[in-house]
């Protein structure tokens, strides 16, 4: 107690100023003895009397900086951050020149405080110094932004309410990655559970569960035909729930490490999974697959050569019935770090992924990018507290864009990965899609047909898909905006046409769901029923035929050059709206201008004829706008 008396005496004749440092060589013989026994002390590990032998030296000498970082070495050292806390600042705020490292540690722990309004504050204003010019600045200039990022993260953050799946799905096991199709009926996610009832050993296996109407999961089951007794998962379902690609590591037909295989979903039974091939596998390590909706671009992680870090995002395409060489996603995506689980919503514009080499909340975070023409936008963070200061796993996002599926051990305190599920916040939303669901049958049997069915574009006058209805007369594809033809054509057939406009303003587009009824061909005249021309269109109150008629048109014309035997008759229909007499008038000019058209088109007058119904034949009900538009049609019957 007399040494700090007589070391404070000492202090308050030689004082200096505020603004200037206090060197060891300045302090009074004491004090310079008791800082001395410091160090000894530090050096036995004796941190206890170290610090109270720096603390009497500081109180008489304030600014005697070499003691204070002395002391917050200790304080760190026994991870006491709360008491280095004020003499960071001290030190930050006096020092003469700026010691960088006192600045990027007192930042260190104001950020692990929450205090991120001065951790912004210290770094700016070490940045404001020399120091800016020289090669550390431009970490330091990272971590600002980094602190920048995470102050508005977390004074800003998104909705989100996260609940588990019902014990049908998550088990006492880890659950995770869940995958759904379009319709969501289905869900294949993986289960990591142990291989017999004692064993210490888990394997992880895909399963699969049935989604009902009321939103409740049937209990998963194993999908016994892609299962091993090694590993799976890591997977992606296709839209249609056709296909599952997954993940499978060291097999004996591996190129090298994990590689990715595919099955299909034949007769309700999955294929025996065959290795994607060189094209995609090397002797790195290729998994996390995610399948565009059109099964044309395939996206998944890779340590392979030629990336941008240490794993980088890839895709390859579809070309006839081969995949193209691996090309890597680019520098907005990938970064010096790792980057992966991919997921490419069905608009096949969003892409959702995990990095750690993006600016986040700390660890992998999940991020957003959209396609815009050919370049990926620089991906966003998706906010807190979807993201967190840990490891956040692959989000997967329902076809309408309006709920995200991911894995968590948050609600069992760590013990292990359940599935959760939350409404996904209007920022990171996908863009609208739905999808269309056909059956095609023959319409006197019903017994299902496998035929062709085109998705033709009218506004860009181009054919967007073409696909084939499977054993079951069934086929799904994925529909963004817009105004589609839809065409079903199988030899031996009569065509079926459906119109599918969808507005581009729509939030949640409602899905389409047609049976279509073929009518064999035959020499039976009496015996064909009129078929529809839903994408024969004419200005409002005109018979002026619109331009976006012309597949239709040409549909007609194939089909009648390809049966030269038989003869139609148009017949035009509208609804109840005006005079009848009018309606029948119109409906007559309308059949015609079809007529004309065909006669333009190279088909003979003599195969050929029209009429007019007006109104008297309707099929809805015209009490509603949907079935006036229904009644409002252009049809054609075979008539030798």
């Not at 060891?24 to 009397?49: D, G, M, R, V």
């Amino acid at each position: 107690m007399r040494l700090v008396s007589l070391c404070f005496l000492f202090f308050t004749i030689f004082q200096v100023s505020a603004q200037e440092a206090t060197e060891l060589s300045t302090l009074n013989k004491k004090c310079q003895k008791k800082y001395s026994k410091a160090l000894k002390h530090i050096k036995s590990k004796n941190y206890e009397k170290a610090t109270k032998d720096i603390q009497a030296v500081l109180k008489p000498y304030p600014h005697f900086h070499e003691g204070r970082k002395k002391l917050v070495s200790i304080y760190l050292k026994l991870n006491k951050d709360s008491l280095a806390l004020p003499h960071l600042k001290i030190i930050a705020d006096q020092e003469p020149t700026p010691d960088p490292k006192v600045f990027m540690t007192l930042v260190d722990i104001l950020e692990n405080e929450g205090d991120y309004s001065s951790a912004i504050s210290y770094t700016e204003k070490l940045l404001s110094t020399k120091f800016s010019k020289s090669k550390g600045a431009l970490k330091v200039k990272q971590r600002l932004k980094v602190l920048q990022f995470r102050h508005h993260a977390y004074s800003n953050p998104v909705p989100f309410n996260p609940t588990p799946l019902s014990a049908n799905v998550n088990t006492i096991y880890s659950e995770s990655l869940p995958a759904l199709n379009a319709d969501g009926s289905i869900m294949v996610y993986t289960s990591l559970q142990p291989i017999s009832e004692n064993s210490q050993r888990k394997q992880e296996d895909l399963y699969m569960t049935q989604i009902k109407n009321d939103g409740t999961f049937t209990k998963g089951k194993s999908i016994v035909e892609l299962n091993t007794f090694e590993n799976e998962g890591a997977h992606t379902f296709s839209q249609d729930g056709k296909i599952i690609i997954f993940t499978a590591c060291n097999r004996r037909d591996s190129y090298g490490g994990c590689d990715l295989y595919i099955s299909f979903n034949k007769n309700g039974r999955w294929s025996e999974p065959q290795n994607m091939g060189p094209n995609i596998n090397s002797r790195y390590s290729e998994k996390q697959p995610s399948l565009s909706a059109d099964k044309k671009t395939l996206f998944f992680t890779s340590t392979r050569k030629g990336g941008k870090g240490k794993e980088d995002i890839w895709k390859v395409l579809l070309i006839g019935n081969k995949w193209s060489e691996p090309v890597n996603l680019g520098p907005t995506i990938n970064t010096a770090e790792n980057e992966g689980s991919p997921f490419i919503h069905p608009d096949n514009k969003t892409l959702y992924f995990r990095s750690d080499g993006h600016i986040g909340l700390g660890g992998y975070d999940l991020f957003i990018t959209r396609k815009e023409n050919a370049d990926w936008s620089t991906p966003n963070n998706l906010g807190y507290p979807i993201n967190s200061t840990g490891n956040d796993g692959a989000i997967f996002v329902d076809l309408q864009g309006q709920y995200a599926y991911y894995t968590s051990d948050k609600f069992n305190n760590g013990a292990h990965l359940d599935i959760l599920k939350f409404k996904i916040p209007e920022s990171i939303k996908p863009l609208p899609v739905s999808y269309l669901k056909i059956n095609v049958a023959d319409i006197e049997s019903h017994f299902p047909l496998q035929a062709n069915i085109e998705i033709f574009d009218l506004n860009d006058n181009k054919s967007s898909s073409n696909i084939q209805s499977d054993q079951n007369g069934s086929a799904l594809l994925i529909l963004q905006p817009g105004n589609f033809a839809v065409n079903v054509v199988k030899d031996g057939y009569f065509f079926y046409s459906e119109n599918i406009n969808i507005d581009k303003q729509s939030n949640i587009i409602e899905p389409f769901v047609f049976e279509a009824l073929l009518q064999p061909i035959r020499k039976e005249v009496e015996k064909y029923k009129p078929i529809v021309l839903n994408n024969i269109f004419f200005e409002t109150g005109s018979s002026e035929l619109l331009d976006i008629s012309n597949n239709a048109i040409q549909n007609l014309v194939s089909l009648l050059n390809e049966q030269p035997e038989i003869s139609i008759q148009i017949i035009g229909h509208t609804d109840n709206v005006g005079d009848e007499e009018d309606n029948l008038i119109l409906s007559t000019k309308r059949a015609e201008a079809v007529y004309n058209k065909l006669i333009e088109n190279g088909i003979s007058k003599s195969r050929l004829s029209f009429i007019g119904k007006g109104e008297s034949e309707p099929i809805a009900s015209n009490d509603t706008p949907e079935g006036k538009k229904a009644n409002r049609r252009t049809a054609f019957i075979v008539t030798q």
